[in-house]
């Protein structure tokens, strides 16, 4: 069976801050994973994918996630918060079954 | 190339009223997907496609329905309205495996 585990519901950090973002999954088959963020009012948009290349892998807007096999992570990076970072970030999992496991998300709020 | 598309943006219902939200893709996807995203609750899933007259139930299917009758389309019909139906709808497309793509909702309020 796959499944997210996203920790904390709620992060905020100081501009200029680091941003981490955790998630952890299950897969019985090595995954495809996922970071998607959500700014207010509008859908879900695709931040970074992990496809078994590189296990470092870059997105858009200065983010990047590290896949850790060993730790079963896929924890979302920023090193300097901005403002316009401020959304709801979903981390998600295609893992051998028929359908996407979406997280629960975790809403980040940047502190002036 | 429109993406995903749904229909309406808005919609108010009174309880027990029946209707269909509709999504269409134009990127031949084979998989498709509608969610609902409430307050705190994340997305789950409603009904999932994996192809066109395949398909099955999600996290939370009750009260709804769904068919898969063209590759591009996938509407979610509600059968009686209820308030605890009261949501934002969204939609999704993909090939399996793949970058989901999602439309742009459609915020529902059951009265």
């Known amino acids: 069976a796959q499944s997210v585990t996203q920790l904390g519901s709620h992060v905020s950090v100081s501009e200029g801050a680091l941003v981490l973002l955790r998630c952890n999954y299950s897969?019985?088959?090595?995954?495809?994973l996922f970071w998607y963020v959500q700014y207010p009012n509008q859908g879900l948009q695709l931040l970074l994918k992990?496809?078994?290349?590189?296990?470092l892998v870059k997105g858009i807007n200065g983010f990047e996630a590290e896949f850790k096999k060993s730790e079963t992570s896929f924890h979302l990076t920023k090193p300097s918060a901005h403002m316009s970072d401020a959304a709801e970030y979903f981390c998600?999992?295609?893992?051998?079954?028929?359908?996407?496991?979406f997280g629960k998300g975790t809403r980040l709020h940047i502190l002036p | 190339n429109a993406g995903v598309t749904q229909t309406p943006k808005f919609q108010v219902l009174k309880t027990g009223q029946s209707m269909t939200l509709q999504c269409a893709q134009d990127m031949n996807h084979e998989y498709m997907s509608w969610y609902r995203q409430d307050p705190g609750m994340g997305l789950r899933l409603i009904h999932y496609s994996v192809g066109a007259g395949i398909t099955d139930q999600g996290e939370v299917p009750n009260g709804y329905n769904v068919s898969r009758s063209t590759t591009e389309d996938f509407p979610l019909r509600l059968l009686s309205a209820a308030p605890s139906q009261t949501s934002v709808y969204f939609c999704a497309s993909s090939r399996v495996g793949d970058t989901q793509y999602f439309g742009p909702g459609t915020r529902l309020t059951v009265l």
């Open positions: 992990y496809t078994s290349a590189a296990t």
């Open positions: 897969s019985s088959v090595p995954p495809y």
């Open positions: 998600a999992v295609w893992g051998g079954g028929d359908k996407i496991i």
